[in-house]
């Protein structure tokens, strides 16, 4: 009886962390996915392109500027859990694809953010670059999965669109 008591104390803490651990990330992941679509909804007229040249560009403008933003994104702990065992036997860890999209998205959106603060319409030559700064921790024998991306481009003011878009129709 003592033994599976020791068992069960043993066991319902993980098993609550992890219930816990689950219902927070994706709580928290929901919201940020919804706020995303909010904002981008927001700056949606504002073109981002990874050409190198300037499509459109207003001679009347100000100059172009450079911008850029830097995010970093953590796993949950389910999500950190389930890709350790995926991790063991090897292959792609799908839960992390996600950190991936919220992290190039809300990167995105500060540069159009930034553009729009500036009075600008247009992003050209975006950079996405990415990094892992999470990591194993032997000491505490945890595994924290993190995500850097770093978002830069051109900013400027494009000219008016509405000739382009006449000639293109005739």
Do not use: W
């Not at 063991?88 to 190039?104: N, V």
């Amino acid at each position: 009886m003592e033994a599976l008591f020791g068992l069960a104390f043993a066991v319902l803490p993980a098993l609550f962390l992890l219930g816990l651990g689950t219902f927070m990330g994706r709580s928290i992941e929901r919201k940020h996915f919804a706020d995303l679509k909010r904002r981008e909804a927001a700056v949606s007229h504002i073109l981002a392109t990874q050409m190198k040249t300037f499509h459109q560009p207003n001679s009347q403008a100000s100059p172009p500027m450079m911008l850029v933003s830097e995010v970093v994104i953590s796993s949950d702990y389910l999500k950190s859990f389930v890709g350790a065992i995926q991790n063991f036997f090897g292959g792609e860890i799908y839960g992390f694809q996600t950190l991936l999209e919220r992290a190039r998205r809300e990167a995105l959106l500060r540069i159009k953010e930034q553009a729009l603060e500036r009075g600008c319409d247009a992003i050209c030559c975006v950079r996405l670059n990415t990094a892992e700064i999470g990591g194993h921790d032997p000491a505490q024998k945890k595994t924290i999965v993190m995500v850097s991306l770093l978002a830069s481009g051109t900013a400027y003011r494009r000219g008016s669109v509405e000739p382009v878009l006449a000639e293109a129709v005739t």
